[in-house]
């Protein structure tokens, strides 16, 4: 089985490479008749992406701390003082204007960029859309399963090998 995957799995990866396409997409706005609309979906894209990932990283850290604090009210030694509470972070001041569903906008976008009669291999491995193709070879994979049958179920045991 063959993967060609240019977009990454994790939000932090993510970041980076709409980060970069971003950029290097506005040396191309001429060759590949970027329009207006295509560039406020990029730049809306990016930010808010960029805004709701990095709000989200710090609800996480401030609920770290929120716990961390009710535990030392909860269970610290006797006679210490409690200190501050951690002040949640503020919310993104996200343009509500901001259409949803910008991933698929923003892939729809990338496959009509693909189709265009300047685009050529090189502006796609620059802007980051053209992906290095993965060769998974499945024979490699198996399962081992073993089952017994007990008065009155089955139990399976199951080993992963090379998985």
């Known amino acids: 089985m063959m993967t060609n995957r240019y977009f990454p799995l994790t939000e932090a990866a993510q970041l980076i490479w709409l980060g970069n396409f971003k950029l290097k ?31 989200t990283n710090a609800l996480n850290t401030y609920s770290v701390a929120m716990t961390e604090y009710k535990h030392r009210l909860m269970e610290g030694k006797t006679g210490d003082a409690l200190g501050t509470a951690p002040v949640p972070p503020v919310p993104p001041a996200i343009d509500p204007t901001v259409i949803v569903g910008l991933f698929p906008q923003l892939f729809a976008l990338i496959t009509n960029i693909k189709t265009r ?29 073993i089952g017994i049958s007990l008065y009155n179920s089955i139990e399976l045991s199951f080993v992963k090998k090379n998985i």
């Open 25 to 55: 997409l506005w040396g191309y706005l001429l060759i590949l008749a970027i329009t207006l609309a295509e560039q406020e979906l990029v730049t809306n894209t990016n930010d808010a992406f960029n805004q709701l990932v990095n709000y």
């Open 117 to 145: 009669t300047n685009f050529t291999n090189d502006i796609g491995k620059t802007l980051g859309i053209i992906g290095s193709t993965v060769i998974i070879d499945w024979t490699h994979f198996f399962a081992n399963l």
